[in-house]
């Protein structure tokens, strides 16, 4: 290919059409190469945008980028419905965390106590007060915890949006895979695609998810330590909602969450499960789905089964994010997002084009690993 671009992305999710979108909106000549974008974890994703309601206490930083996307997305979401003129389905209701016995009202009195502490909003609810809130609910849930702030939306109209956007902004799509990446006098200059051709860039953004560490041709001291982790979700057909805002809970020791849609549909999600690359859907990840669902909200058993997929998460030894330049003059990373590549949307395309945030920049460098390696953690 003839074409030179300021920015090559390679990956079509959700990371990478924010990032190329982001900066095709501010001028510069951006390709995007994936042979079918869109169709990998974002297309399996629920959509939660839930930094509070998924905090946990070793992941403070972590809360610090998704805190920081969430108070984005309201824009960011604006934006690309006017550029796209897509709907988004983004929806601002608040997650609600149950809880059945007196050992997960301790841990969900602790959780609210810490989120307090960081001066976050949750509020505690009891049980009545729950069902109040999300008629639908077991009658076995003894309290909960709403955290107010969480929204969500819908990936795959996202990710529908920002493809019509990127379009509409002058940014080219390449659909092939990359094979390998071009470098000349120790900086990266482009890539080669599976075709034979090449493009060249003054900037190659990685952003291809779970094969991220599996790029051919990538130089040694900058392969990023990302590995897939499987996750099996069930889509639920409903006449008419069943729930206004996001559910969540701890059955049988796993997590599971309900996310609602506004046609009706309902998410249930997500095994977690290191297996590789495998994306078979299982009967017994989808038992697990359906059995802990039902612990939650009963009349889940009665909705039409309308998909079931398995997505491969891009996970990292920190469970961060790496987002930002290499010590590979060229490459920059946007990748490792593991559950929150849709959170984090908004936040690594700033990240990508520009946007100066020393702090948030710090957290998920990818000089973190390349200057440490992640054998060398503790």
């Given at each position: 290919?003839a074409?030179?671009?300021?920015?090559?992305?390679?990956?079509?999710g959700?990371?990478?059409?924010s990032?190329?979108?982001?900066?095709?909106?501010?001028?510069?000549?951006?390709?995007?190469?994936?042979?079918?974008?869109?169709?990998?974890?974002?297309?399996?994703?629920?959509?939660?945008?839930?930094?509070v309601s998924?905090?946990?206490?070793?992941?403070?930083p972590?809360?610090?980028?998704?805190?920081?996307?969430?108070?984005?997305?309201?824009?960011?979401?604006?934006?690309l419905?006017?550029?796209?003129?897509?709907?988004l389905?983004?929806?601002?209701?608040?997650?609600?965390?149950?809880?059945?016995g007196?050992?997960?009202l301790?841990?969900?009195?602790?959780?609210?106590?810490?989120?307090?502490?960081?001066?976050?909003?949750?509020?505690?609810?009891?049980?009545?007060?729950c069902?109040?809130?999300e008629?639908?609910?077991?009658?076995?849930?003894?309290?909960?915890?709403?955290?107010?702030?969480?929204a969500?939306?819908?990936?795959?109209?996202?990710?529908?949006?920002?493809?019509?956007?990127?379009?509409?902004?002058g940014?080219t799509?390449?659909r092939?895979r990359?094979?390998?990446?071009?470098?000349?006098?120790?900086?990266?200059?482009?890539?080669?695609?599976a075709?034979?051709?090449?493009?060249?860039?003054e900037?190659?953004?990685?952003?291809?998810?779970?094969?991220s560490?599996?790029?051919?041709g990538?130089?040694p001291?900058?392969?990023?330590?990302?590995?897939?982790?499987?996750?099996?979700?069930?889509?639920?057909?409903?006449?008419?909602?069943?729930?206004?805002r996001?559910v969540?809970g701890?059955v049988?020791?796993?997590?599971?969450?309900?996310?609602?849609?506004?046609?009706?549909?309902?998410?249930l999600?997500?095994?977690?499960?290191?297996?590789?690359?495998?994306t078979?859907?299982?009967?017994?990840?989808?038992?697990?789905?359906?059995?802990?669902?039902?612990?939650?909200v009963?009349?889940?058993?009665?909705?039409?089964?309308?998909e079931?997929v398995?997505?491969?998460r891009?996970?990292t030894?920190?469970?961060?994010?790496?987002?930002?330049?290499?010590?590979?003059p060229?490459?920059?990373m946007?990748?490792?997002?593991?559950?929150?590549?849709?959170?984090?949307?908004p936040?690594t395309?700033?990240?990508?084009?520009?946007?100066?945030?020393?702090?948030?920049?710090?957290i998920c460098?990818?000089?973190?690993f390349?200057?440490h390696?992640?054998?060398?953690l503790?």
């Amino acid at each position: 290919m003839a074409d030179h671009f300021h920015l090559l992305v390679v990956g079509g999710g959700v990371i990478g059409l924010s990032v190329a979108w982001r900066a095709a909106g501010r001028g510069l000549k951006v390709a995007v190469a994936d042979p079918a974008p869109a169709s990998g974890a974002s297309h399996a994703a629920a959509g939660m945008l839930a930094p509070v309601s998924e905090v946990t206490y070793t992941e403070e930083p972590l809360l610090r980028l998704g805190l920081a996307s969430l108070e984005r997305w309201p824009a960011f979401a604006a934006e690309l419905a006017d550029a796209s003129g897509h709907d988004l389905d983004h929806r601002a209701d608040g997650t609600l965390d149950v809880a059945f016995g007196s050992d997960d009202l301790a841990a969900l009195d602790d959780l609210a106590a810490f989120v307090a502490k960081l001066g976050l909003s949750a509020e505690r609810l009891t049980g009545r007060e729950c069902r109040r809130l999300e008629p639908m609910l077991a009658p076995a849930v003894r309290g909960g915890m709403l955290a107010g702030g969480d929204a969500w939306v819908d990936p795959r109209k996202v990710t529908s949006a920002l493809l019509t956007a990127l379009e509409r902004a002058g940014g080219t799509l390449v659909r092939a895979r990359v094979a390998g990446l071009l470098t000349a006098a120790g900086a990266v200059t482009g890539v080669r695609l599976a075709t034979g051709e090449s493009v060249g860039a003054e900037r190659v953004v990685l952003a291809a998810g779970a094969w991220s560490g599996s790029l051919p041709g990538m130089p040694p001291e900058a392969l990023p330590p990302v590995r897939p982790v499987k996750g099996q979700i069930m889509r639920l057909r409903s006449p008419a909602p069943i729930l206004r805002r996001c559910v969540r809970g701890v059955v049988h020791g796993s997590n599971v969450y309900l996310v609602p849609r506004g046609d009706g549909e309902v998410v249930l999600g997500a095994t977690q499960e290191e297996m590789g690359f495998d994306t078979r859907v299982t009967a017994g990840g989808l038992w697990e789905l359906l059995r802990d669902a039902r612990e939650l909200v009963p009349g889940v058993t009665e909705l039409e089964v309308a998909e079931v997929v398995a997505g491969l998460r891009p996970g990292t030894p920190d469970n961060l994010p790496l987002v930002g330049p290499t010590i590979v003059p060229g490459l920059h990373m946007a990748t490792g997002h593991h559950r929150g590549g849709v959170l984090l949307a908004p936040l690594t395309a700033d990240l990508c084009s520009g946007e100066s945030d020393p702090e948030l920049s710090s957290i998920c460098s990818p000089l973190r690993f390349q200057e440490h390696p992640p054998q060398e953690l503790s």
